[in-house]
């Protein structure tokens, strides 16, 4: 059975979306991003409190997720101001207040993707028409960052991008990146390539089609979780929503030719429940081949949920629940790493008072497949 640990708890608060921000291990060293607020009594929606700002938090662990220090993030933020929740708060805290899109520098020198102790988190300002997007870079386990960094707009109507790279060299990286559709709703996911160390990208695809099944209002297909198998196929799972229906699922997606072009493959997991959008997925392979997917089912009765493959993701077994118990669907947006014992650390927010009112925490699951 997976063992619950909290990563962070406190009355009043609300700690949340780690899925926004990233997660990292090196050994048994574990980094996970989140941000913090405030909790308010809300009739629908998450329960935090807009006219208080939102701050960059990271927890660490040194004993593989049994026990966590919490940390500030030690990288340059615009006038203080919280990455990647503008969209939390009310005008007067949001991050694209106090920058542009061309506010992140261009690296001058070539970045190293390459280094033992590297991480790297990707951040945005908010969600509509012209939103942008920068990242930063780590070269000792998230004790510090550089940066931030500018990535392109790409020709695009805004760029809310999240956490999501696959390092392929020193210098070479390919982005997965949240883009606005040519409504300005958030709605689509592009491949994007560096070859000298975040000095210049390049667009290489769109992930799935603008134009076919998730080309009505509202809908989308964002949160991109991709992994490169040892064969060279990269996988990118999405969460989907149809805004007329309100239908959420979680599609799969593979490119046999390093992200230039993209085929379906399934839908590993389908949400019955119309109206609450879905959850952003979590892809890892692990060291016996198979592949696990976890993500927040918000389906009453709402949980942190897997599916694991072991067939490179052709097939998925049925529903695991590793945490049940959420008191509503204020919760999920899960990031996880695997160990080198195979078990997963799988990082999430989740509240659990009965009625639902109390404060949002960042929780951990420790689960060996």
């Not at 089609?209 to 996988?235: N, T, W």
């Not at 695997?338 to 960042?362: K, S, T």
Request: with cysteine.
């Amino acid at each position: 059975m997976p063992k619950q640990v909290t990563v962070y708890r406190e009355p009043g608060r609300f700690a949340g979306w780690p899925a926004n921000y990233g997660m990292w291990a090196w050994g048994d060293e574990i980094v996970v991003g989140f941000t913090l607020g405030y909790h308010k009594t809300v009739e629908r929606g998450h329960a935090r409190d807009r006219s208080l700002p939102f701050v960059n938090m990271q927890a660490r662990s040194l004993d593989g997720g049994l026990s966590w220090q919490i940390e500030d993030f030690n990288g340059r933020r615009p006038d203080g101001r919280g990455l990647s929740a503008d969209e939390h708060m009310d005008e007067g805290l949001r991050l694209a207040e106090v920058m542009d899109a061309h506010t992140a520098a261009v690296p001058s020198q070539p970045l190293r993707f390459g280094q033992p102790d590297f991480a790297l988190m990707v951040a945005r300002t908010g969600l509509g028409r012209g939103v942008f997007s920068f990242f930063y870079l780590s070269s000792d386990r998230c004790r510090s960052w550089q940066g931030p960094y500018r990535l392109p707009m790409f020709a695009q109507t805004g760029i809310a991008a999240r956490s999501d790279y696959l390092i392929q060299g020193e210098r070479k990286a390919l982005f997965f990146l949240t883009a606005n559709k040519a409504d300005g709703e958030e709605g689509k996911i592009i491949c994007v390539r560096t070859e000298d160390g975040g000095q210049s990208f390049a667009l290489l695809s769109q992930v799935g089609d603008e134009s076919g099944e998730l080309s009505g209002r509202g809908d989308f297909a964002i949160m991109p979780a991709s992994l490169q198998l040892p064969g060279g196929r990269i996988l990118c799972a999405s969460r989907c929503r149809e805004g007329a229906s309100g239908n959420s699922w979680i599609d799969l997606r593979a490119s046999d030719d390093g992200g230039r072009s993209w085929q379906y493959l399934n839908q590993p997991a389908r949400f019955h429940e119309p109206g609450h959008s879905g959850n952003p997925p979590a892809l890892h392979r692990l060291p016996d081949g198979r592949l696990v997917l976890i993500y927040g089912n918000r389906d009453q009765p709402c949980a942190i949920a897997a599916r694991l493959s072991a067939d490179e993701g052709a097939t998925w077994s049925d529903e695991i629940v590793l945490r049940a118990g959420s008191a509503n669907g204020d919760m999920g947006y899960v990031r996880a790493v695997v160990l080198d014992d195979g078990a997963v650390v799988a990082a999430y927010y989740i509240n659990d008072r009965p009625d639902g009112d109390g404060e949002r925490f960042i929780e951990a699951a420790i689960w060996q497949p």
